[in-house]
């Protein structure tokens, strides 16, 4: 049987577990407003996956990574930073991959996906100073588990056409996308992002976190209706664990 455990730790921040593999994608823990899970309640990771530099996607991803010696997966240009401020080692601590790269494991694969989304690294300059460090924009992902589903984690991307190229390569089951509708995608673009997909479940994140990213998540629905017929949107609040059985 095909399962997987997504749960949503606030705003765009995802662990996904399956076949006893513990993966994060943007874990923002701390200064997380939606997020009830605390930095030293995380005990294992085997994978944590960075899409972007914004300071609400990077996060706290360095952080776990030298907690639970997980693989950091990233940008080139984030594994240096990571490396220059965090003591992470480049292509040894860290696995960056570019547009179309792999990291293969016995039970996964994880795939560095385009996205449409700006982001240079908002970091330690950042942080004391107000300065950014420079990026390459952003990604998303596609794990695939030799034993569990295929799952696209869009990070913070708009809509883009080659979202069915990602479809035709990977068919993920699962496609988790942002619906803030101010720095992603709103209803329109959610919809269509559907169809061009195709995955049995859309799972919508990135938003009622700040009151200038809210969501009706009826209008989501209707709007995936009549884009998407066949795709069934996930309905749920961070902290919730959805389990997908198949």
């Not at 240079?120 to 950014?132: A, H, P, S, T």
């Not at 479940?201 to 976190?209: E, K, S, V, W």
């Amino acid at each position: 049987m095909s399962k997987a455990k997504i749960t949503w730790l606030g705003h765009a921040s995802i662990r996904v577990e399956s076949a006893g593999k513990v993966v994060f994608f943007d874990p923002w823990i701390q200064d997380n407003p939606a997020c009830s899970l605390k930095l030293n309640q995380i005990k294992k990771a085997d994978a944590v996956c960075v899409t972007h530099g914004h300071i609400d996607h990077i996060g706290d991803s360095i952080e776990i990574v030298k907690m639970t010696g997980a693989a950091f997966i990233c940008s080139p240009e984030i594994g240096m930073y990571a490396e220059k401020y965090g003591g992470i080692k480049y292509d040894e601590g860290s696995t960056p991959l570019n547009i179309g790269g792999s990291w293969e494991t016995d039970a996964f694969t994880i795939t560095m996906v385009n996205a449409a989304h700006t982001s240079d690294i908002m970091g330690e300059e950042y942080k004391k100073e107000g300065r950014l460090t420079a990026g390459s924009g952003s990604v998303g992902y596609v794990i695939e588990f030799r034993e569990g589903p295929a799952i696209y984690y869009g990070g913070d991307t708009g809509v883009f056409g080659d979202m069915a190229i990602i479809r035709d390569l990977y068919s993920p089951d699962i496609a988790i996308l942002p619906v803030g509708g101010k720095y992603t995608m709103g209803y329109r673009e959610a919809g269509y992002a559907a169809s061009l997909i195709h995955p049995k479940l859309f799972i919508p994140i990135h938003y009622d976190t700040f009151p200038n990213q809210k969501l009706n998540l009826n209008k989501l629905v209707e709007e995936v209706k009549i884009r998407a017929p066949h795709v069934t949107v996930v309905r749920w609040k961070p902290g919730d664990t959805f389990e997908y059985k198949a």
